[in-house]
């Protein structure tokens, strides 16, 4: 599991492979705790934030979610989520890195919960709720400033990338119309305005909804 | 037969329903039957002349009246097996096994015969021959009273940590080969009441119960090995159509009920599901009938010539398993603990918001203790980890959670126990702060003393005990693998660091125990406060090889004989651990193994 771990460079963080575990190795010698005197560069939250979602993402897939896990998962996101807000200075990867600790496309549904999840965390940060997870004007290629917005979780753009490929098609057979509800009603406004956004996948309530369901459906009682 | 009426509900107070008599003149179970033999329960003065004697199943009770020894009540469906009259019976010890004569004695030659003389001895009546090879080895008798004031704290022969105990290889149970089947994987060790049970369960959803041989006068420096006493399936996989899961079948703990009688119990319990199992013995059976052959087959009554009288004769001992209570359909998550009363009539289970209280007698329903769910289901961030009932206070539980908190709760103070009544948490150290403070602050289980007054945690990289009447700190803190700390964001990223740890005491308190990576587990003596890392492996496994304590090199030079943390192989893990209740014999499970080791006995 924890191979010997060899000394990289900043600049090569942004080419390796998203199976490579030295990265952590070399991140883990790096404490972000502020005594960490004799680390090198300090840790990149946004790695982290993006396994975090990557493990929350993993953990939603299953069947039955490890509660316990998740909820592990989704407060460490918080953590480091508000670590980011507090960093305005906070080194920013290019794209690509955000990329590569996501594998091969996940399953469109759980990348939504995974967003309506940070919408949640972002409606619980008290920031501003009017930012639904999917319009984002600006291009993928722009890196992701959490200083900027801090009500935007930054790697939405790595999201947007796996989703762009028109999911319309996925739900064709699926019969939401049981799980329309009204939870999200500003979303209906949103989701017409963004049907010419390249990477707005013109996700529905009602696919919201029934993902909400999935999650919440195996707590109710 | 009338059920419990409609006031007989789930509710405030805590009021359990009476169960009603079991009226006299009820008629039998529907279910066509031959007729009955009678074995061996009759004097003849009971039976009128010409009157066929009554069988145990048959006839009004108010016949059985005549009878001389008081009939155990069966509280729960009685045996349907015609040769079976062993009926469970709850409460006192029943008389009527000391009533019965014991039939030709069996041959000694098998070992197993000696259970006999565990039985008797169980009950008190008079000794058999091999009483005198049993070992005088002093425990406390279980006791049958509810709610125990007292401590139970057994203090027998080598039970104690206070000189250097010598770890021994002694037995390890399971498949060599090193792929290992996602199925054998074990996933709970428990020792019985007495330590003379060994039970494990795993993924595929069976449970593994080993017995300890009697010492005999051969093997005079070693205590008795464990065999396979029993296996049975405890839980199937199963479908919830609801929701469209599947509901795994792996065995998540099981917990011995002291015993009362011949037969053994326990509770073993998967994600959704708990059971009783009652695990009985059967060593002799009834032959001899008049209307049926041996083979089974039903005899014409009319070929009858002669009537005999159906005897016991010994037979090889078989074990049966039987489940006796399911409870199930309590719980949405994920059932991670059960825990047995000190009143022995009522236990608590418990998912990760909710925590139930049962009464072993009753499946249909549970009371809910302890209720943490938030009513947004987005505003969760504290899930329960482990719960367990105070070893004597009948009242008293503790719960822990995934932010590192224990909870101790009084049933006395309200139904609904969402109240603490005393709250352990420790302060976050502000040097050792980092993103995965709280994922290493989860408490993966909670084990109070034998005696009471101390109850241990293990979270990721350490284990605490805390004294019950000081909430703000524990009283001793032991690190487990303090190395793995610069290594957190590894083991973030391969999940290890989810793994859920388990710990226990020794018999006499003085010593903890818990597992590590690499097949690695540690010892910590609370009296010396001298540590010890030994491993689990098969390589010098030649019984009563003295193990070797290992050292792990966390940087630096690395000496001889230690192993670098790079080196740590973190799919060995050791989760699960056992230590006997009154010697010095630990079970020790890797992923698919089980090691079984003993003090060096001289």
């Avoid at chain 1, 840790?43 to 993402?57: A, D, E």
């Avoid at chain 2, 018999?507 to 818990?514: A, K, L, P, R």
Wanted: proline fraction near 8%; hydrophobic fraction near 30%.
């Amino acid at each position: 599991m924890l191979c010997k771990g060899v000394k990289r460079k900043r600049e090569e963080e942004e080419e390796q492979e998203p199976a490579s575990q030295d990265w952590w190795l070399e991140e883990a010698s790096s404490s972000p705790s502020p005594q960490a005197e004799a680390s090198p560069a300090p840790l990149p939250p946004s790695s982290l934030f993006n396994l975090s979602i990557f493990k929350l993402h993993h953990g939603l897939r299953r069947g039955e979610p490890d509660l316990r896990h998740l909820v592990l998962v989704v407060n460490t996101l918080r953590r480091i989520q508000s670590s980011m807000a507090l960093e305005p200075s906070a080194p920013e990867p290019p794209s690509p890195a955000p990329v590569s600790p996501l594998p091969v496309v996940p399953d469109a549904p759980m990348c939504t919960s995974v967003s309506t999840l940070l919408d949640d965390l972002s409606h619980i940060e008290g920031l501003s709720d009017t930012q639904t997870a999917f319009p984002e004007d600006a291009p993928l290629s722009r890196p992701p400033e959490p200083g900027l917005d801090p009500g935007r979780p930054a790697p939405l753009g790595s999201l947007e990338i796996l989703l762009e490929d028109g999911l319309e098609g996925l739900f064709d057979d699926i019969d939401t119309s049981m799980y329309d509800c009204e939870l999200w009603p500003n979303l209906k406004t949103d989701s017409g305005e963004t049907e010419d956004k390249t990477q707005g996948p013109g996700l529905d309530v009602s696919e919201l909804d029934y993902l909400m369901d999935v999650l919440v459906g195996t707590q109710t009682l | 037969m009338r059920g419990p009426g409609p006031e007989a509900r789930m509710g405030v107070g805590g009021c359990w329903p009476r169960l009603p008599a079991l009226p006299l003149s009820s008629p039998p179970l529907y279910r066509p039957r031959a007729p009955r033999e009678v074995v061996g329960h009759f004097t003849e003065e009971e039976t009128e002349a010409g009157e066929r004697p009554p069988g145990p199943f048959a006839l009004p009770r108010k016949k059985l009246r005549r009878r001389k020894r008081p009939r155990a009540r069966a509280r729960w469906p009685a045996c349907t097996s015609r040769s079976c009259i062993a009926l469970p019976s709850r409460g006192s010890r029943s008389r009527r096994h000391a009533v019965r004569e014991p039939i030709a004695r069996p041959p000694a030659a098998h070992s197993r015969r000696l259970l006999s003389a565990r039985r008797r001895r169980a009950w008190g009546a008079a000794a058999a021959p091999e009483a005198g090879r049993e070992p005088a080895r002093a425990g406390p008798a279980v006791p049958g009273s509810r709610c125990r004031g007292g401590s139970r704290a057994s203090v027998g022969e080598g039970a104690g940590g206070g000189n250097d105990i010598q770890w021994c290889f002694s037995q390890v149970k399971g498949a060599v080969d090193d792929d290992v089947a996602e199925a054998d994987i074990i996933s709970t060790v428990e020792f019985n009441h007495s330590g003379e049970l060994l039970a494990t369960g795993d993924k595929g959803g069976r449970v593994v119960i080993f017995q300890q041989e009697q010492e005999n006068k051969t093997q005079t420096h070693s205590r008795g090995e464990y065999n396979v006493y029993s296996t049975f399936q405890s839980h199937e996989p199963e479908f919830d159509y609801l929701k469209s899961l599947e509901i795994e079948e792996k065995i998540n703990k099981i917990r011995w009920l002291p015993q009362k009688n011949a037969a053994q119990f326990l509770l073993s319990t998967n994600d959704k599901t708990i059971k009783l199992w009652k695990i009985s013995e059967r060593d002799k059976r009834p032959e001899g009938y008049n209307l049926k052959e041996e083979d089974g087959r039903y005899r014409d009554p009319t070929t009858v010539t002669t009537l005999r009288v159906p005897v016991f004769r010994p037979m090889d001992l078989m074990v049966e398993a039987s489940p006796r209570r399911i409870f199930a359909n309590a719980h949405t998550y994920h059932i991670n603990s059960i825990s047995i009363n000190s009143d022995y009539e009522t236990y608590l289970s418990a998912d990760d918001l909710r925590i139930n209280l049962w009464h072993l007698e009753i499946t249909d329903r549970s009371f809910n203790i302890v209720d943490i769910k938030p009513a947004n289901m987005e505003e969760l961030t504290e899930v329960i980890t482990a719960a367990e009932f105070h070893p004597n206070s009948c009242n008293t539980f503790v719960y822990s959670s995934s932010k590192g908190t224990i909870r101790l709760c009084d049933m006395r103070a309200s139904a609904l126990c969402d109240r603490h009544s005393k709250l352990f948490e420790e302060p976050e150290d502000p040097s050792n702060r980092s993103f995965f403070s709280e994922i290493i602050s989860s408490i993966s289980d909670v084990k109070f003393s034998h005696s009471g007054r101390y109850m241990m945690t293990r979270d990721y990289l350490s284990v605490k005990i805390w004294d019950l009447n000081m909430e703000n700190r524990p009283v001793e803190t032991y690190q487990v693998h303090e190395y793995l700390r610069s290594k957190l964001c590894s083991l973030y990223e391969n999940d290890c660091i989810f793994d859920k740890f388990e710990c226990c005491w020794n018999g006499s308190d003085s010593v903890v125990m818990t597992g590590s990576y690499n097949n690695f587990f540690r010892m910590f003596d609370r009296n010396t406060k001298r540590d010890i890392t030994l491993e689990a492996s098969r390589e010098n496994n030649k019984p009563r090889t003295v193990l070797k304590p290992r050292k792990v090199c966390a940087s630096g030079k690395r000496k001889k004989d230690e192993i670098s943390v790079d080196s740590l192989d973190f799919n060995k893990k050791i989760l699960h651990t056992a230590w006997h209740p009154k010697e010095n014999i630990i079970a020790v499970a890797t992923t698919n193994n089980l090691y079984i080791f003993q003090d060096k006995v001289n």
